[in-house]
C-alpha cells in the first residue's frame, strides 16, 4: 500500500516564476492537508480539502496560493508569482476520516525560490 | 494557538530515558505525536483522544492530561534510531487541522 506521493521533491523557482506542487493521498484516503515547514522550525497549517471542496483555509496567505482536490487527479497546491519568503518544505498529508483521523505525511516538496 | 514544547533540545546515551512535554492553553480534543528526521517527513508515532488515556509503542509512551491540557511523550531504554525532532500537533474541538509545537529535538549518543 503506497504511502502518500508528492512531486517534485525538490522545486527551483525564480522570482515572479509560478509553482505547482502535486500530492497523491494514501489510497482509501479522502482527506487532505498542506503544511509548510520552515527551516529549524514545526509545521504550518494551511489548507484542509475533500474531493472538489476546500474545508478549511485559515492557514492560506489571502494572496498567490491556492489549492485544489480535483475529484480525479491529485491535489495542487499553487503559488503564483513566487517571492523569496516562499522558500520552504511544503507537506502534505491525508487521512482516512475527519476528526479522529490520522494524518500520514508524504515527503514533501522542498521549494527554492531564486 | 501553539502548544508549547519542552525541552527544546535533549542529548541522551543510548539507554538512558527522556520525557518531552507538550502543554496548550486551550482545551484538547486530541493529541498527535511525530517524529521527524533531517530532510524527511514527519513519522507518525501515536494519537490519543481521551483525557487520562494512555498509550504505547515498544519503547516509546504517551499520555494526555486532559483536564491539564497536557500530553507527555515518554521514551525509555533510548536507540540510537530514536534521535530527531519530536512534534506534538494538537487538534481543538470542532476543527480538522493539527496544530504543531516547534518541536524537541533529540540527540542520542553512543
New interface residues.
Given amino acids: 500500500n503506497a504511502g502518500v506521493m508528492q512531486n517534485p521533491r525538490h522545486l527551483v523557482r525564480r522570482r515572479g516564476q509560478e509553482a505547482r506542487l502535486r500530492c497523491s493521498p494514501m489510497k482509501g484516503h479522502s ?1 487532505v ?1 498542506w ?1 509548510r515547514q520552515l527551516p529549524e ?5 494551511m489548507v ?1 480539502l475533500q474531493k472538489e471542496n476546500i ?2 483555509e ?2 492560506m496567505p489571502k494572496e498567490r496560493f491556492s489549492a485544489e482536490f480535483p475529484k480525479e487527479g491529485p491535489s495542487i497546491l499553487r503559488i503564483q508569482q513566487v517571492v523569496r519568503g516562499d522558500s520552504a518544505a511544503y ?1 502534505c498529508a491525508s487521512s482516512p476520516q ?3 483521523g ?7 516538496t522542498r521549494l527554492l525560490v531564486l | 494557538q501553539q502548544p508549547v514544547q519542552s525541552p527544546q533540545a535533549v542529548i541522551l546515551r543510548e539507554g538512558e530515558d527522556a520525557v518531552i512535554n507538550c502543554s496548550s492553553s486551550k482545551a484538547l480534543y486530541s493529541v498527535h505525536w511525530y517524529r521527524q528526521k533531517h530532510g524527511e517527513a514527519p513519522v507518525f508515532l501515536m494519537i490519543l483522544l481521551k483525557g487520562g488515556e494512555q498509550k504505547g509503542h515498544e519503547k516509546i509512551s504517551a499520555s494526555f492530561n486532559e483536564k491539564k491540557q497536557q500530553s507527555s511523550l515518554y521514551l525509555t531504554a533510548s536507540q540510537l534510531s530514536y534521535s530527531g525532532t519530536y512534534f506534538c500537533g494538537i487538534r481543538q474541538g470542532g476543527s480538522e487541522k493539527l496544530v504543531f509545537g516547534k518541536g524537541t529535538k533529540l540527540t542520542v549518543n553512543p
Avoid at chain 1, 522550525?41 to 497549517?45: A, I, S
Fill in positions: 482527506h492537508y503544511y522550525e514545526g509545521l504550518k497549517f484542509y474545508i478549511d485559515s492557514g507537506f475527519r476528526v479522529k490520522t494524518q500520514y505525511f508524504g515527503p514533501g
